[in-house]
Nanobody, 125 residues
Framework: QVHLVESGGGSVQPGGSLRLSCQAS????????MAWIRQAPGKEREGVAG???????NYEESVKGRFTISKDNANNTLDLQMNNLKPDDTAMYYC???????????????????WGRGTQVTVSS
């Protein structure tokens, strides 16, 4: 079982940037497939970005060109660089994982078995 801890959330104005980081408790390179998922108040969880076994990223349409997902296998971390943030990006952001070894890069919520506690991102003027 992997434990996931997110950090890096905060409050920013529209157009601002934040970098989220997820620290995994174990080796994520071989065993786990990972993604970022968010949940806005009153809404269901929605996938934001996933990363495949080969390192290819996949993004939800509304964040393409603004968010970048990256994985550091040596340090067991998963990051999400978020630029040009919009009020609609306001949500709790979760790092999530499921057992690999093959990772398609999906960010569909139903696949993920392990979740962090989340980090809050608020975008407001």
């Amino acid at each position: 079982q992997v434990h996931l801890v997110e950090s890096g959330g905060g409050s920013v104005q529209p157009g601002g940037s934040l970098r989220l980081s997820c620290q995994a408790s174990t080796d994520i390179y071989i065993n786990y497939c990972m993604a970022w998922i968010r949940q806005a108040p009153g809404k269901e969880r929605e996938g934001v970005a996933g990363i495949s076994s080969t390192g290819s990223p996949n993004y939800e349409e509304s964040v393409k060109g603004r968010f970048t997902i990256s994985k550091d296998n040596a340090n067991n971390t998963l990051d999400l660089q978020m630029n040009n943030l919009k009020p609609d990006d306001t949500a709790m952001y979760y790092c999530a994982a499921y057992v690999g070894p093959h990772c398609s890069g999906t960010y569909a919520v139903q696949y993920f078995d392990f979740w962090g506690r989340g980090t809050q991102v608020t975008v407001s003027s």
